[in-house]
T-cell receptor, first 114, second 115 residues
Framework: AQSVTQLDSQVPVFEEAPVELRCNYS??????LFWYVQYPNQGLQLLLK??????LVESINGFEAEFNKSQTSFHLRKPSVHISDTAEYFC????????????FGGGTRVLVKP | EAQVTQNPRYLITVTGKKLTVTCSQN?????MSWYRQDPGLGLRQIYY???????DKGDVPEGYKVSRKEKRNFPLILESPSPNQTSLYFC??????????????FGEGSWLTVV
């Protein structure tokens, strides 16, 4: 079965420190990869996505993620976090053969401390 | 503005009392789906629809029904809610196009508590 694993359920981090959120998925067949963010009491927002081409993708607010096919990973990083980055982050995979269905990881809650 | 609208956003109900969560999108998308979000489990797909009158089960369909009579609407029906259906529910929509990375749009979520 297809599965997505986010290795850390919670990540506390100090403001201006770097953060890495890890994501691994179960199959190396053709995939699209996504990171979604959920701010407190809000819905899901697309943070960034990998469809094809360069394995490093960036968001407008300083996050980046790297697709590693051999390790079936799509880790999310930010070199310097802000208080406003406090949120829950979800890694999601769309297997090309599975149509529009997204398979989500369990989420990583990031708490940025001053 | 592209939108997926869910109602109600918050609901507390009692076991066994039928309820419907509505979902509407204004983007003329073929594909719509429902997910539930539970702590540590992420989002899991309940049902999906590829077009009008075409629906199918997702990963956790037990206890739910859906219908797709119009392209823009995809209501989620809980015929006899139980406490294990207490969750945060998301409706999503996108164009139907297998093999592309077209964006999936999510509603703002509906918090449902069954007591």
């Amino acid at each position: 079965a297809q599965s997505v694993t986010q290795l850390d359920s919670q990540v506390p981090v100090f403001e201006e420190a770097p953060v890495e959120l890890r994501c691994n998925y179960s199959s190396s067949v053709s995939v699209y990869l996504f990171w979604y963010v959920q701010y407190p009491n809000q819905g899901l927002q697309l943070l960034l996505k990998y469809l094809s081409g360069s394995t490093l993708v960036e968001s407008i607010n300083g996050f980046e993620a790297e697709f590693n096919k051999s390790q079936t990973s799509f880790h999310l990083r930010k070199p310097s976090v802000h208080i406003s980055d406090t949120a829950e982050y979800f890694c999601a995979v769309r297997y090309k053969a599975a149509g529009n269905k997204l398979t989500f990881g369990g989420g990583t809650r990031v708490l940025v401390k001053p | 503005e592209a939108q997926v609208t869910q109602n109600p956003r918050y609901l507390i109900t009692v076991t066994g009392k039928k309820l419907t969560v509505t979902c509407s999108q204004n983007m003329n998308h073929e594909y719509m789906s429902w997910y539930r979000q539970d702590p540590g489990l992420g989002l899991r797909q309940i049902y999906y629809s590829m077009n009008v009158e075409v629906t199918d089960k997702g990963d956790v369909p037990e206890g739910y029904k859906v219908s797709r009579k119009e392209k823009r609407n995809f209501p989620l029906i809980l015929e006899s809610p139980s406490p294990n259906q207490t969750s945060l529910y998301f409706c999503a929509s996108s164009p139907w196009a297998t093999g592309t990375g077209n964006t999936i749009y999510f509603g703002e979520g509906s918090w449902l508590t069954v007591v």
